[in-house]
């Protein structure tokens, strides 16, 4: 099959999930096409079968904002008449399902038929789609895709809740190349953040205010009072400085170290004992997925699908939303009991397993195909 993939190529979720989406596809022998406005950030070698088409900008004194979607909605014209695509698949709502639509009716006045499948990942529909500046396009949007589909039964109840849908919403969870995440010993990585043998704690985000990384902060210096431990922060956003000077304050900067954006996650994911993520909502929690899947258990909010992905007691410890002291209680039972984190870090890597590339791609492709037999039926 010729897909189309549009996502964001930012380290955000929806970007991980998408390219990961891409390469195993062509991995299966499809040809896949993404468009973005630059290559997305997983996408770090040639892989047979895939293509990159970047949409470009366009610059004219008139404009404030460049005619982002415009120019992607032209661009993906112009890939499904030229690559012959038989399915679009658009990852996050805004802009991508609203210029989906634009696109395809375009094409159709060409007499293309191209159906395109929305996946909804998370802030699209719980933050930013709930604004009211943006919330009846997103509604429209959906209920235009040929299908939809949403990477959690929170997020799908959610969706339900707050808009209008007419389409059935088809659940398929995230999934992970558990070849590329797992615990691979890094003896020299360890020396180097803990020399003195502390406990290693992660937490990974795009440091927006929805991940909440302030409470992890707090969490940890209520845990490094009675663990000796160092705090390894992976990302940036808008909430960087904000958690910096917080850092200061509590006089914790010598034991937490801020990595900014890194691409091998899995290499440092190896070296935790521990992940944590107080998010204020989360869809899935990809990064809580990919941390189990290397052995690391995860202490987080109840916030979303969270509670789908893990399991309270067996892979994690969850907490209320905001309760920084509860993690820090929960993330000492682990950290003080050698036995009890050793048999969270398996629970947490069998877990993780169920959520294996090879178990969920197939899911898409049975979508893609729904989408290809609905069209040829009405021609
Ligand atoms: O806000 C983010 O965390 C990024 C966002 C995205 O769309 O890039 O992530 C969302 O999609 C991920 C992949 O499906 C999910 O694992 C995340 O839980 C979800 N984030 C939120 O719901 C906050």
Not at 104 to 132: E, M, S, Y
Not at 272 to 278: E, G, I, M, V, W
């Amino acid at each position: 099959m010729r897909i189309g993939i549009v996502c964001y190529p930012t380290y955000g979720g929806s970007g991980v999930l998408a390219t990961e989406l891409g390469i195993g596809l062509a991995k299966k022998g499809h040809e896949v096409h993404f468009i973005s406005y630059k290559r997305p950030a997983r996408l770090t070698s040639y892989i047979s079968n895939v293509f990159l088409h970047e949409v470009g900008s366009y610059e004219y004194p008139l404009f404030e904002h460049p005619p982002y979607d415009s120019l992607l909605a032209s661009k993906i014209v112009d890939v499904a008449q030229h690559a012959n695509l038989d399915v679009l698949h658009v990852h996050y709502a805004i802009p991508h399902a609203t210029v989906a639509f634009l696109a395809t009716q375009i094409l159709q006045a060409q007499n293309i038929r191209l159906p395109f499948v929305t996946t909804l990942h998370g802030t699209d529909i719980t933050l930013v789609g709930l604004d009211k500046s943006l919330s009846s396009v997103v509604e429209f949007s959906i209920n235009k895709s040929d299908k939809v589909t949403v990477v959690s039964d929170s997020l799908k109840m959610q969706t339900l809740s707050q808009f209008k849908i007419e389409k059935k919403i088809n659940v398929i969870y995230n999934f992970i190349n558990l070849q590329r995440f797992d615990r691979k010993p890094n003896p020299e990585n360890r020396a180097a953040f803990a020399p003195n043998g502390e406990k290693i704690i992660m937490h990974i985000s795009n440091f927006r205010p929805v991940k909440r990384v302030d409470d992890a902060v707090r969490a940890f210096a209520e845990i490094r009072k009675k663990v000796p431990a160092k705090l390894l922060l992976i990302g940036d956003g808008p909430e960087r400085i904000k958690v910096e000077a917080m850092c200061r304050e509590l006089g914790t900067c010598s034991d937490i170290h801020f990595l900014g954006k890194q691409d091998a996650v899995e290499d440092l994911l190896s070296i935790a004992d521990l992940f944590l993520l107080p998010s204020a909502k989360e869809s899935f929690g990809l990064a809580a997925l990919e941390a189990m899947a290397c052995g690391v258990p995860v202490v987080s909010s109840n916030a979303g699908g969270l509670p789908e992905v893990n399991i309270d007691g067996e892979t994690c410890f969850l907490c209320d939303i905001s309760d920084w002291e509860a993690m820090a209680t929960k993330a000492l039972l682990l950290l003080e009991d050698e036995d009890l984190l050793a048999s969270f870090r398996s629970n947490a890597r069998n877990k993780a397993l169920e959520f294996s590339r090879d178990n969920i791609v197939p899911q898409y492709e049975q979508v893609y195909q729904q989408c290809v037999e609905k069209v040829v039926a009405k021609v």
